[in-house]
């Protein structure tokens, strides 16, 4: 019989769940933590780290889950390494609910970088109006650019002052709309964008807007995560997970 757990915490990994549980599936959803008040699942979920990669395996086995679907963000690299490392030594099926990166648009003007650091550079010298798209984990290298006008966007309220002068926090958890990410740019006179390339439509919006708006969009690569098998829809990882379960495996 099949028993899954879904490492989620994306608006896929919550598509995946939905159909999990219409399909009745035995299926545990695993957050990391992040956020003070996640989004509620139809399936049991628990909440927080595993251990590392041999707390994830000690997991597989106590909760003797049969099948993993690592649904995580693209930019979870450490969850998804110690997800491909734990399914070798369970010897445990494991699969990639992966959802492709953006693509510039012609148009678009994207100046893509390898990480944040290169981000923080490629910002201009002169002052401008900064929308910081990246979350709370990855404010701190932007303190070397402290001239700017900064607009964060976080899920929770911050907690600590932040390491900007001139910032402004708006709290929401998204998914987020065109008109919603356009009306905010224009109030506020965004004039540079700093994004991650997430994919998926959840977070699109704001690449949507700064191409109608013709704003410059510093793009921030993916992390390099280990080979693994990987779908592309909820209806392939159902059918991975479904397949097995209709041979009783
Ligand atoms: C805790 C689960 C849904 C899911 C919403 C998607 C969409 C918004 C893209 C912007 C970019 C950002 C951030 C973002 C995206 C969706 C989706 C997606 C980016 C929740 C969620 C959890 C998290 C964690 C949180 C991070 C932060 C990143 C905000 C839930 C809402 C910026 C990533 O405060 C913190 O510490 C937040 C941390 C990791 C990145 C960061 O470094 O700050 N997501 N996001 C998950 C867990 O605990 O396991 O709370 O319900 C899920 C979503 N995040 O309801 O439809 O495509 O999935 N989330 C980035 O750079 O792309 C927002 O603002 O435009
Ligand atoms: P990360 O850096 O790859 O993971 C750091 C550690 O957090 C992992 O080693 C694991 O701890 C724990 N963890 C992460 N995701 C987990 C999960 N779903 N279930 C249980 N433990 C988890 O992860 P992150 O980038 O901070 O992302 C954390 C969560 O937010 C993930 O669920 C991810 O899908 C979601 N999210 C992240 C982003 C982003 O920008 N990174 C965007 C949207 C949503 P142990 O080593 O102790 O097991």
């Known amino acids: 019989m099949v028993r899954a757990l879904i490492l989620g915490g994306t608006s896929d990994a919550n598509l995946l769940a939905e159909a999990a549980a219409r399909a009745e599936l035995d299926a545990i959803y695993s957050y990391g933590g992040r956020t003070r008040a996640p989004a509620h699942q139809p399936l049991p979920t628990r909440t927080g780290g595993f251990g590392g990669a041999s707390g994830l395996a000690d997991y597989i086995r106590r909760e003797s889950i049969t099948h993993v679907v690592d649904a995580t963000h693209p930019f979870a690299a450490e969850m998804s390494r110690n997800a491909v490392a734990a399914c070798m030594i369970t010897q445990t099926p494991l699969i990639a609910l992966e959802r492709a990166p953006w693509a510039k648009a012609t148009g678009d003007s994207w100046i893509e970088v390898p990480d944040i650091a290169s981000a923080v550079a490629a910002l201009p010298e002169q002052r401008t109006r900064v929308f910081l798209a990246i979350g709370r984990q990855h404010i701190a290298p932007f303190a070397t650019r402290p001239q ?35 009306d905010m740019m224009r109030a506020r006179g965004i004039a540079w964008i700093v994004a991650r390339n997430s994919g998926g439509d959840g977070a699109r919006a704001k ?4 191409g109608e708006l013709g704003l410059p969009v510093i793009m921030i690569a993916r992390p390099q995560v280990p080979d693994r098998p990987r779908a592309d829809s909820v209806t392939e990882v159902m059918q991975w997970l479904g397949h097995r379960a209709c041979l009783g495996a």
Do not use: N, Q
Request: glycine fraction near 6%; hydrophobic fraction near 45%; aromatic fraction near 8%.
């Open 207 to 210: 690449i949507d807007a700064a």
């Open 148 to 182: 700017h006008a900064y607009t964060l966007r976080f899920v929770d309220p911050p907690e600590a002052a932040l390491p900007l002068p001139d910032a402004d926090v708006i709290v929401s958890r998204g998914p987020f709309t065109l008109t919603g990410d356009l």
